[in-house]
């Protein structure tokens, strides 16, 4: 009886600390250390270390008592819809910069679309950390 409960207990899974939200958290808010917990217990797609969500802003409203999936968060928002931004293109020694506005909201590494001001052209570009959007054809971001 004794080696079935030892061997009953070897192969059991092992419980992780998943990641909850503390309290309701609106979209588009950035997460902070007071924001998150960890509770003993293995949430199927939650988040498993707190770094991994502290200053990361949320996609989606987060309900207290609820896990926290990667999925639900991104980086911080660097541009807005509608915002005036930089396209930058960059091509061998080539650098354009002109006016654009951005079509979508994004944080730095996104793809986002913008309108290009001067010549109405739509086009899919990178958000760059400094908030510039980063096209070009070398990169398979023109549309």
């Not at 609820?66 to 930089?86: K, Y």
Request: aromatic share 2%; no cysteine.
């Amino acid at each position: 009886m004794r080696a079935l409960a030892v061997m009953l207990l070897l192969t059991a899974p092992a419980l992780a600390d998943s990641m909850i939200a503390t309290r309701t958290i609106k979209a588009k808010s950035v997460i902070s250390a007071e924001d998150v917990a960890l509770v003993a217990a293995a949430i199927p797609g939650a988040l498993t270390e707190t770094d991994q969500a502290v200053g990361k802003e949320t996609r989606v409203t987060l309900y207290a008592g609820r896990a926290i999936r990667a999925e639900d968060l991104g980086a911080p928002t660097l541009v807005d819809r509608n915002q005036n931004v930089i396209l930058l293109f960059q091509s061998k020694g080539l650098t354009i910069r002109v006016e654009g506005r951005a079509l979508d909201r994004g944080g730095a590494g996104d793809p986002i679309r913008a309108m290009n001001m001067t010549s109405r052209q739509t086009v899919t570009g990178i958000v760059a950390p400094d908030g510039t959007i980063r096209v070009g054809a070398s990169q398979g971001m023109s549309e």
